[in-house]
């Protein structure tokens, strides 16, 4: 994908429900448009109503970008061939944008590099208000309109000069999940490991029965391990702050000024992060647990992880190799493993933080989640093609089929409560508020870098000698909390 950053850049503008432009993908390389042919745009298009005005574009083609996961396990090829043969009388084709799905559409769309339909978490996309670079869509007029919960649509909603838009639909609901492997567990788990008598380990409903079982395990074998997760990954690290009344921003996640990473109790969560660290090894400092959770807990080194219910079908693909490897059938592999690869809600937390606490009082974990979904480019010639897209892809065939090849959890409730199985249980989260979005403000981009920071010393402190670790009680850690929080005040304010 190419890029021209170092070029000043101007565009077509036209008032789309107050915001938007109408450059479009098509446009000539480098081409710059002159204030005098902004102007004329707007007063020729006639803001809005010219914009979505239900009079599809015939004979275009538009690019669409999808996220990896989708592309690989041929989902997006089925997706937009359907889509084809539907629009076909229109000779409106969508194809594969064949771009990076981190792409910078703010640097990329003005010289048409990228792409008309873009698919995104919700704080990618709306990322993208402030240069105006995507549409406020007319949600109203799309069939899954309302199908999807309010608590979605939150999500790609903006407010300007006191009004409301939206600028993205929904598509799927994302949040930390924990996986695990059945064949795992102990062989007398249901006489040790169930308490309760309700026949579910209870290593996989409360985080001290995964720390117990997570020193045990290693200590039968030191090549295996329990639970394992990166505290560098401040995505799912923050849930434990938030379990103990930690949160982004003020304000509903609309405040900037307002860093909540300290707040409440938050340093039980950081202590929580640090007892789990202690029964990891040390690639639990940086990225390398994320990225070979899957080949790890398909072998067999690690009992369990957190990840999102998008990567499902990429964790039964490494289990059913490792059973291959072991001598049985393709289908006999495939059968094995969606029979022992678990997904379910996280496991509670003690209210005190304490890991190593008998009978504790046990509190919901709450998990940063966010809602994946399609926005239209600001810069696409067929903007009434691409909402049809939109409005195809989100219904309730496309996304009954998204969530069986991929695993994820539908936005639609109708589809969601015909899927079953982890989609409600997310719903369920979502609903009591124990999944916590995403703020949908530009400002998120600055929790990362000081977040990682964090977590990355923390995660460091259980592999430091006795005499050098950093966070010795859980005033160090909320010291340690106030500090990034005000580094991400800073990255805000100070040193924008």
Known sequence: MRRR????????????????????????????????????????????A???????????????LENDTAISKGYFAELIQAFNEAYAEYGITAVDANMDQYLDLANDGPYGYGPDVLYQANDVIMKYVDGKHIYPLPVEKLECYDKIPEAAWTAYKTEISGASYTCGVPVNVQAGMLYYRKDLLPENWETE???????????????????????????????????????????????????????????????????????????????VLSQLASAMNEECIDDTITTNAYSKLGDGSYFATISTPDVYTTFLDELILSYESEGMSEAEAEEKAKENLVMTSLPKLPASGDLKEENPELIDTKAMGGINGYAISAYTKAPNACLA???????????????QLLGIAPAREDAAEDVGGTSK?????????????????????QIWTPGQTFFTD????????????????????KQGLEKMSKEIHDAIFTLK
């Open 458 to 477: 923390l995660a460091k402190d259980s592999f430091r000698p006795e005499g050098e670790k950093q966070y010795l009680d859980k005033e160090a850690m």
């Open 193 to 271: 490991w169930d308490d309760n008598g309700n026949s579910v380990p209870d290593m996989v409903e409360n985080w001290n029965d995964m720390y117990a079982f997570s020193l045990e395990r290693h200590a039968q074998d030191s090549s295996k391990y329990g639970y394992m997760k990166s505290l560098y990954d401040v995505y799912f690290s923050s849930g434990f702050l938030f379990s103990y009344g930690a949160y982004a921003f003020g304000n509903n996640n609309t405040d900037p000024g307002d860093i909540g990473f300290a707040a409440g109790e938050a340093e039980k969560g950081a202590w």
């Open 50 to 64: 010219a914009v979505f005005n239900g009079e599809l574009e015939q004979n275009v083609t538009i690019q669409v």
């Open 389 to 403: 897209f939109v409005d195809f892809a989100t219904g309730y065939e496309r996304m009954v089929q998204r969530s």
């Open 5 to 48: 950053n170092n070029r000043a850049l101007a565009m077509f503008t036209a008032v789309v429900l107050g915001m938007g432009t109408l450059t479009g993908c098509g446009q000539k390389t480098g081409e710059e448009v002159s204030g005098e042919k902004q102007a004329e745009e707007t007063k020729e298009t006639g803001g809005a």
């Open 425 to 445: 249980l997310l719903y369920q989260n979502l609903a009591s508020g124990n999944i916590i979005l995403m703020p949908s403000i530009s400002e998120v981009a």
